[in-house]
């Protein structure tokens, strides 16, 4: 069996890039730059005032001087300041040519058409023309995925569209006679589909378009006409069928459609029967049928590689050093993933229900602390931040 760095090293080896689009501002929100970003114009375009107060000339200061102009924001013709006098101005207004200091109004003292105000620094509350960015600054590397406030910060500098990586379409096709769709109540011996939720959610988090083309029953011939559609999609993903039992028939199904195999189970639990392939250029993900399971695959295999695929730089979550709460003792031979609650002093508390059907482990966790394949016992570990503690 590969190991789980192994297996990640050959998935991403072999996904592809989504093509390059243009899109609105307004729907850039997680896609990833595919071409980097420099500042088109300066920010902010004019040197203005960061307080409402008084414009004045630092070296005449402190004084009582003359009350000259108002200067509103969006004042677009502004004025010289005369010698020996001030302006009032408000925040945002553009600071009037000989003026280097704006005195906050909570600082004079007026009188009528004059105000004392103290002696201010040059410079104070004034924001200078491109002090954020200056024109050329770089502001977004290409493979950035465009967080809120980048949308804000691109809508500043003048920046309407932008080129991306096209967000990949995710085929889930689930496989199993005991499945059943989520407004089904179940009989005995059924199951509701939950993990076809939880995918498309981890889909959209991940950058991707989820489609969901259904549940397959266990037999060649469905699971083979679900999976043809599925890879008309940019990645195709199932669940269940790909461990050695009697009805595990999708990975001979995937061999049949042309699917050329890449790897086969991985020496981690769990999610031990994970398969991955490629039919030319779409990459085919089999994932266990049990839900924990089904998510932690997910997590370590297709979450890199669908950011991959939108030119992300940087495709694992955030490790951290962390110390259980309890030691943990297992053999050696598999790579452990335990769900787990990470605190600000980073110390993990495992989940104590941690088989792969145990939907309960799932909540309140912020974590999968890592337990090497080699471990016995464990104290001292990784943990991939699912969420941030602190």
């Known amino acids: 069996m590969l190991s789980v760095a192994e297996a990640t090293r050959a998935v991403l080896a072999r996904v592809p890039r989504t093509p390059i689009i243009e899109v609105a501002l307004a729907d850039a929100l997680g896609v990833v730059l595919a071409r980097p970003i420099a500042a088109a114009r300066a920010l902010p375009g004019f040197t203005n005032s960061a307080m409402d107060g008084y414009a004045a000339r630092s070296a005449e200061l402190p004084a009582s001087l003359p009350i000259v102009a108002t200067i509103a924001a969006g004042a677009t013709e502004v004025a010289a300041l005369p010698a020996g006098s001030v302006a009032r101005i408000f925040t945002g207004a553009p600071l009037p040519p000989g003026a280097d200091v704006v005195v906050m109004q909570e600082n004079a003292v007026r009188d009528g058409d004059r105000v004392l105000l103290p002696a201010t620094a040059r410079g104070d509350n004034v924001r200078v023309a491109g002090e954020d960015f200056a024109i050329g600054d770089p502001v977004l ?60 959610a981890l889909i959209r988090e991940a950058g991707g378009e989820p489609a ?45 459609a042309g699917v050329v195999p890449e790897l086969w189970k991985v020496a981690m639990k769990p999610g031990k029967p994970f398969s991955f392939g490629v039919r030319g250029e779409t990459p085919v993900f089999g994932l266990p049928g049990n839900p924990v399971s089904t998510i932690v695959a997910f997590e370590l295999f297709v979450r890199p590689a669908l950011l991959a695929m939108q030119g992300m730089t940087v495709v694992e979550r955030p490790r951290v ?70």
């Open 212 to 256: 969901y083309l259904g549940i397959a029953p266990d037999s060649p011939e469905a699971i083979a006409e679900l999976l043809e559609e599925a890879l008309a999609h940019d990645v195709a993903v199932t669940t269940g069928g790909v461990s050695v039992g009697d009805r595990d028939h999708v990975r001979d199904v995937l061999a049949a």
């Open 321 to 390: 050093p962390v110390r259980l709460a309890a030691p943990y003792h297992k053999p050696a031979g598999r790579a452990h993933y335990l769900r787990a609650t990470v605190d600000g002093s980073r110390v993990a508390r495992v989940h104590a229900k941690q088989g792969s059907a145990m939907l309960s482990s799932l909540l309140g966790s912020n974590a999968l602390v890592e337990i090497p394949a080699e471990a016995t016992e464990a104290t001292e570990v990784m943990a991939i931040m699912l969420q941030e503690c602190w």
């Open 141 to 200: 590397a290409a493979g950035s995925r465009l967080r809120p406030w980048d949308l804000g910060v691109l809508a500043a500098l003048g920046v309407a569209r932008v080129a991306c990586h096209r967000r990949p379409l995710v085929a889930i096709v689930a496989t199993g006679d005991e499945l059943v769709d989520v407004d089904t109540v179940p009989r005995p011996g059924q199951l509701v589909d939950s993990s076809a939720h939880a995918l498309a």
